[in-house]
């Protein structure tokens, strides 16, 4: 039988760019979109700064992303955007929405995405699977996480891989795009009351005050963007991992019971959100290197969740790692909301492929790379899931 991982090329699995900077001084300068960052890549330092608001602050518009975003809108993304305990009373407007994949018909919701989707891919003879698989289940998700209209995950899905960014880069016809997205269903969630989260943030109070409608794009914002790309890369890195690697589909068949250990090893390795920002309004000082008061630094995921003090063999995949703190979700007050979605929709996934599939052929795929040193990335994966036959 032909390697059905032939057509992976091998940077997919590219060393760790911060080996050395690591374990020498803990830090490192990268320069992103022209701006030059201090990026610290130990584990303990970006856990430790993740939680030090006063040091590493994140209430400052538009400069948690990278690239920053204070040229593209003229409001907070919410919750994020904020320090505690501001932040809380934020996060409390918003949080029903997020817990839903712990609801258990919005659970079945989630899981029938997953589901007719691994069915269409084995219907067909070969399948996109970023455009095609990713991004639909990613796209009709959301619709069930905010639970608004399910017919808008249609629209979005023709944004592409990101709201309001192309190549990496700040778009500012998207932007505009998504600006305008945002405007037309908070305007029906006024007068639908179906409309999901568009329709609860009118009846919505912050301090007993209704929100502005800056503030209901904040979060409307963030709610939609910010679960993008992760998502869409880790449901194909985990196809990939699983084509390259298929006794770990074989294991997971046989041991169904490490599926939620194995997810967590894909967001580690992964880490599909590689590093965020703080403004630093005292400056920083980290041996030699030194932020200026009001300039940024960047709390690395990707790098911490190399760490060799914390994990073992850091490089390797172990569907079987048993002690795993990792960082892909942040850490801290800020730590992922959705996370318990992206979860769910990578365990389902597993669970079909063991299920279902015997193995995932690779035709054709384009690798992408990023200074982050990020496995199985890429702009194009075409690849047949071959089904198991049933006895
Ligand atoms: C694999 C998928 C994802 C990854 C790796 C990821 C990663 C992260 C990380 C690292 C943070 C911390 C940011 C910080 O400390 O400043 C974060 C925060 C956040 N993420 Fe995600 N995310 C993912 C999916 C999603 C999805 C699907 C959504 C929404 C639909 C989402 C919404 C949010 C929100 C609202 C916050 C801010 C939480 C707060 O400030 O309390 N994320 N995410």
């Given at each position: 039988m032909?390697?059905?991982?032939?057509?992976?090329?091998?940077?997919?699995?590219?060393?760790?760019?911060?080996?050395?900077?690591?374990?020498?001084?803990?830090?490192?300068?990268?320069t992103?979109?022209?701006?030059?960052?201090?990026?610290?890549?130990?584990?303990?330092d970006?856990r430790?700064?993740?939680?030090d608001?006063?040091?590493?602050d994140?209430?400052?518009?538009?400069?948690?992303?990278?690239?920053?975003?204070?040229?593209i809108?003229?409001?907070?993304?919410?919750?994020?955007?904020?320090?505690?305990?501001?932040?809380?009373?934020?996060?409390?407007?918003?949080?029903?929405?997020?817990r839903?994949?712990?609801?258990p018909?919005?659970k079945?919701?989630?899981?029938?995405?997953?589901?007719?989707?691994?069915?269409?891919?084995?219907?067909?003879?070969?399948m996109?699977?970023?455009?095609?698989f990713?991004?639909?289940?990613?796209?009709?998700?959301?619709?069930?996480?905010?639970?608004?209209?399910?017919?808008?995950?249609?629209?979005?899905?023709?944004?592409?891989?990101?709201?309001?960014?192309?190549?990496?880069?700040?778009?500012p016809?998207?932007?505009?795009?998504?600006?305008?997205?945002?405007?037309?269903?908070?305007?029906?969630?006024?007068?639908e009351p179906?409309?999901?989260?568009?329709?609860?943030?009118?009846?919505?109070?912050?301090e007993?005050?209704?929100?502005?409608?800056?503030?209901?794009?904040?979060?409307?914002?963030?709610?939609?963007?910010?679960?993008r790309?992760t998502v869409?890369?880790?449901?194909?890195?985990?196809?990939?991992?699983?084509?390259?690697?298929?006794?770990?589909?074989?294991?997971l068949?046989?041991?169904?019971?490490?599926?939620?250990?194995?997810?967590?090893?894909?967001?580690?390795?992964?880490?599909?959100l590689?590093?965020?920002?703080?403004?630093?309004?005292?400056?920083?000082?980290?041996?030699?290197l030194?932020?200026?008061?009001?300039?940024?630094?960047?709390?690395?995921?990707?790098?911490?969740?190399?760490?060799?003090?914390?994990?073992?063999?850091?490089?390797?995949?172990?569907i079987?790692?048993?002690?795993?703190p990792?960082?892909a979700?942040?850490?801290?007050?800020?730590?992922?909301?959705?996370?318990p979605m992206?979860?769910?929709?990578?365990?389902?996934?597993?669970?079909?492929?063991?299920?279902?599939?015997?193995?995932?052929?690779?035709?054709?795929?384009?690798?992408?790379t990023?200074?982050?040193?990020t496995?199985?990335?890429?702009?194009?994966?075409?690849?047949?899931?071959?089904?198991?036959?049933?006895?």
């Open positions: 032909a390697d059905p991982a032939a057509h992976i090329p091998h940077q997919v699995r590219p060393p760790d760019p911060f080996a050395e900077a690591r374990s020498k001084s803990g830090a490192d300068v990268g992103f979109h022209g701006e030059d960052l201090l990026m610290l890549l130990r584990w303990k970006v430790a700064a993740a939680r608001f006063e040091h590493f994140s209430s400052v518009r538009g400069r948690v992303p990278i690239p920053p975003e204070d040229e809108r003229p409001f907070r993304q919410l919750p994020i955007e904020t320090n505690p305990p501001e932040h809380g009373r934020w996060k409390e407007i918003v949080l029903p929405y997020f839903r994949p712990m609801d018909a919005a079945a919701e989630f899981e029938c995405i997953l589901a007719s989707r691994v069915t269409k891919a084995l219907k067909g003879s070969v996109e699977m970023v455009r095609d990713a991004l639909p289940v990613q796209s009709a998700s959301l619709a069930v996480l905010l639970d608004t209209d399910r017919d808008i995950a249609a629209e979005w899905q023709g944004w592409g891989l990101h709201a309001f960014r192309t190549d990496g880069k700040t778009d016809a998207k932007a505009a795009r998504f600006l305008e997205f945002i405007d037309r269903m908070l305007n029906r969630g006024l007068v179906d409309m999901g989260l568009f329709s609860a943030l009118h009846d919505a109070r912050f007993e005050r209704p929100l502005t409608r800056d503030e209901m794009r904040g979060i409307c914002h963030l709610s939609l963007a910010g679960g790309d869409i890369n880790a449901i194909v890195g985990t196809l990939a991992h699983m084509a390259q690697t298929p006794e770990d589909l074989d294991r068949r046989d041991e169904p019971s490490l599926i939620p250990v194995a997810t967590e090893e894909i967001f580690r390795v992964l880490s599909p590689p590093q965020i920002a703080r403004v630093c309004p005292h400056g920083y000082e980290h041996g030699p030194t932020v200026a008061p009001g300039d940024r630094a960047a709390l690395c995921w990707a790098a911490a969740n190399r760490d060799p003090e914390v994990f073992e063999s850091p490089e390797e995949l172990r079987d790692r048993a002690r795993n990792h960082v979700f942040g850490a801290g007050t800020h730590t992922c909301l959705g996370a992206a979860r769910l929709l990578v365990r389902t996934l597993l669970s079909q492929l063991a299920e279902r599939v015997e193995r995932i052929e690779v035709l054709n795929s384009v690798a992408r990023n200074p982050f040193g496995p199985y990335l890429f702009e194009s994966f075409h690849a047949r899931l071959v089904g198991r036959k049933t006895s």
